[in-house]
């Protein structure tokens, strides 16, 4: 994968001599990363951890805005590549296709609306049960970006998670009201380690 990106980083040519630090290639900044590769599961979970390791990745990098989906093609496997190499030449005919329009994309074929629709419903339905404080946070967060418009403000968040907790931990937040999330999680997790 690594010789594959290196060649395609340098249009199938050596790779130049080496140059002062300012102007050190930035797609073997972005190697040394080591990026993850999408199989293409149909996991909006697994895509959106994806998205957002290159996003970091990139911006970490400052590798250019015009040659990222050039790249990313590179860790495709399985699913992503076979929908890429159907998919991937008409797109990159388009005008102003970029990183953001490939995302767009990617989320309209690795999580269709039936999908969506699920997570939207577990998150509306969101109970801490049997899981811990810090179990159930996390499904929260993971949950959350898909149902945005439930939890589209901080106090909306606080509520929504709150509300999923389980009676003692609901009953003193609710008396001691936070303000953010942060503050919610920290509460009602130190309600359990007490």
């Not at 008409?90 to 970029?98: G, H, K, L, M």
């Not at 989320?107 to 811990?132: I, K, N, T």
């Amino acid at each position: 994968m690594q010789t594959l990106s290196e060649a395609h980083l340098h249009n199938n040519h050596p790779a130049p001599p080496p140059q002062p630090a300012g102007n050190r290639d930035v797609g073997r900044l972005v190697l040394r990363h080591r990026p993850p590769v999408f199989a293409g599961e149909e996991d909006p979970v697994i895509l959106e951890e994806w998205i957002r390791s290159l996003d970091k990745i990139f911006a970490v990098v400052g590798y250019p805005v015009d040659r990222r989906v050039e790249l990313v093609s590179f860790y495709f496997s399985h699913e992503a590549d076979l929908w890429w190499v159907h998919e991937g030449p008409a797109c990159q005919e388009e005008p102003d296709f970029d990183w953001t329009a490939l995302k767009d994309r990617m989320r309209e074929r690795f999580y269709p609306s039936h999908v969506r629709a699920a997570m939207y419903e577990e998150f509306l339905h969101l109970q801490q049960g049997s899981s811990s404080v810090v179990e159930y946070q996390k499904r929260f967060l993971e949950l959350a970006c898909f149902a945005r418009t439930l939890v589209s403000t901080e106090l909306a968040k606080v509520e929504k998670f709150v509300a999923g907790l389980n009676y003692e931990a609901r009953k003193a937040l609710t008396v001691s009201k936070p303000s953010t999330l942060k503050e919610a999680y920290l509460s009602a997790a130190d309600l359990y380690r007490v």
